[in-house]
């Protein structure tokens, strides 16, 4: 019987939800449902609450200072009792950067190779502004055997200012075989899916759609996601609201159902890194407004959807009178989305990259 291929994620498990954390989830059942020649051992490094939930400054440091010691401890125990082929680590970047370092340099010292995932877009602006973020995950990717980013720039900026370091572009990945097919809505309805903080562009967003709803007022916008109270009744409060609907935090099946059921999807985020809302959309056939961040340029050029810039409410006003007066140029920015992501962001595509990664790696024996 074959060698089973010793992996070993260091990585924030769900619950909470986020980003990371879901595609956490994704890798892992895939792994187990459909990779019996793999042996999968997860360092969970979740927080205990989200930001919607209350966490705070004082949280992130004494608490991540007590889990970045036992976290420490568990990954030699680990190493010392099932020695992994390889490690893969996900990071957001701040304050976990130096949890990153120790870790990497202990699986460094202990000749383990290491992919460092980078999940976050704001690469290039701290390496411009040379932040003391941008020192600390220098120090990290310099321990890691490999580094493994999500969107172009990332990568041109890591090539640009650390040319040492060994570094690979991997886009996200979907599960399509879980998502209903794409229906054409006559909803008349604009969907935002996430959390509901200020860096998701929701006040932007607010505004433009005051004076989109002035002409289209048989047109609805629906927010989709967790959002404090207290920020809540600020934008009831701050913002004219008529013809929104906050919907809050939905499970999955009923968030993508939502999503199906609306004729436009938007996400005016100051930040992103490869968002899997956008690719939910574009799995189902929509329309999608987004910002100039992250990875997005990448998964919406070539006409598959509407880049609009940060903080901009007039372009994002622009953008949605557009679509809503052209239905026809919906469809088609739509389709070329589901086409795109079927050839180059179906979860089949994008794991047999990372294996390859990987196996390279360990057969390298590469530090």
């Known amino acids: 019987m074959e060698k089973k291929f010793k992996l070993c994620f260091i990585v924030p498990v769900p619950p909470p939800y986020g980003g990371i954390a879901n595609w956490v989830q994704l890798i892992k059942e895939h792994i187990v449902t459909k990779q019996e020649d793999i042996d999968l051992n997860i360092v969970n490094i979740a927080p205990k609450n989200r930001m919607t939930e209350g966490r705070t400054l004082w949280n992130r440091i004494f608490d991540g200072g007590i889990a970045m010691i036992w976290k420490w401890y568990e990954l030699n125990k ?3 009792k099932s020695r992994p082929d390889v490690i893969h680590m996900t990071t957001s970047g701040q304050f976990a950067l130096i949890r990153d370092i120790l870790l990497l340099k202990t699986a460094k010292k202990k000749g383990v190779p290491t992919v460092y995932h980078i999940r976050f877009g704001r690469i290039k602006e701290i390496a411009e502004n040379n932040t003391s973020e941008w020192k ?3 120090e990290a990717m310099n321990f890691a055997s490999e580094v493994m980013v999500i969107d172009d720039t990332t990568y041109h900026t890591i090539k640009q200012y650390l040319p040492t370091v060994n570094v690979v572009c991997v886009p996200n990945p979907i599960d399509i075989s879980n998502l209903p097919e794409s229906v054409v809505s006559d909803s008349k309805s ?3 899916l996430g959390w509901v903080v200020k860096t998701k562009g929701i006040e932007e967003l607010l505004s433009a759609w005051e004076q989109v709803y002035k ?3 048989d ?4 927010i989709v996601g967790p959002c404090k109270g207290k920020y809540l009744e600020y934008l009831k409060s701050h913002y004219l609201v008529d013809g929104v609907f906050f919907e809050g935090e939905k499970c999955h ?3 993508v159902k939502l999503l199906n059921s609306s004729n436009i999807f938007i996400l005016p985020s100051y930040t992103e890194g490869f968002p899997n809302a ?3 959309a574009m799995a189902l056939s929509k329309p999608i407004i987004a910002t100039r961040v992250g990875a997005i340029p990448e998964m919406l050029a070539d006409d598959c959807g509407v880049l609009v810039n940060p903080k901009n409410i007039a372009e994002i006003v622009d953008a949605l009178e557009y679509l809503i007066m052209n239905p026809e140029k919906c469809n088609y920015i739509g389709n070329k989305a589901n086409k795109k992501l079927n050839l180059e962001y179906t979860l089949e595509t994008i794991f ?5 990664e990987w196996r390279k790696l360990s057969n390298r024996g590469y530090l």
């Not at 047109?219 to 629906?222: E, T």
């Not at 047999?352 to 390859?356: A, E, G, S």
């Open 190 to 192: 604009i969907m935002f």
């Open 253 to 255: 099946e009923e968030a």
């Open 136 to 138: 600390l995950i220098s």
């Open 278 to 280: 956008v690719l939910e």
């Open 352 to 356: 047999n990259r990372y294996l390859r």
């Open 78 to 80: 680990l190493i010392k």
């Open 219 to 222: 047109w609805k916008l629906r």
């Open 215 to 217: 002409k289209h007022d």
